[in-house]
């Protein structure tokens, strides 16, 4: 199993940014995607995770602003950045819990990470 993320980049503050993060491999399903970050210095920081059933949940710093979505025919996850602050600079991580069966437990994997800089 792979996970790529893209979308990442350098934009001013009050500018939008749309990252995608790609499941590939042989699974049954991606359960639930996971958008994290971490900032020099700092710990990593769940943003925003979506689960199969669409059920959504924000860190409160980016409520109102980010928006995750997933395309379970694609087993692609997507996080829309709008608004974006300087505050927002991170690396940006994806996060997937696979299944390889419909009985199987679900198993975590990591994206390398798109870096997100937002000028002020």
């Known amino acids: 199993v792979q996970l790529q993320a893209s979308g990442g980049g350098l934009v001013q503050a009050g500018k939008s940014l749309r990252l995608s993060c790609v499941v590939s491999?042989?699974?049954?399903?991606?359960?639930?995607t996971g958008w994290y970050r971490q900032a020099p210095g700092e710990q990593r920081e769940l943003v925003a995770e979506?689960?199969?059933?669409?059920?959504?949940n924000y860190v409160d710093s980016v409520r109102g602003r980010f928006t995750v979505s997933r395309d379970t025919a694609k087993n692609t996850a997507y996080l829309q950045m709008d608004s974006l602050k300087p505050e927002d600079t991170a690396v940006y991580y994806c996060?997937?819990?696979?299944?390889?069966?419909?009985?199987?437990?679900?198993?975590?994997?990591w994206g390398p990470g798109t870096q997100v800089t937002v000028s002020s």
């Open positions: 491999g042989s699974i049954f399903r991606v359960n639930a």
């Open positions: 979506i689960t199969r059933a669409g059920n959504t």
């Open positions: 996060n997937a819990a696979v299944q390889y069966g419909p009985l199987s437990v679900p198993y975590d994997y």
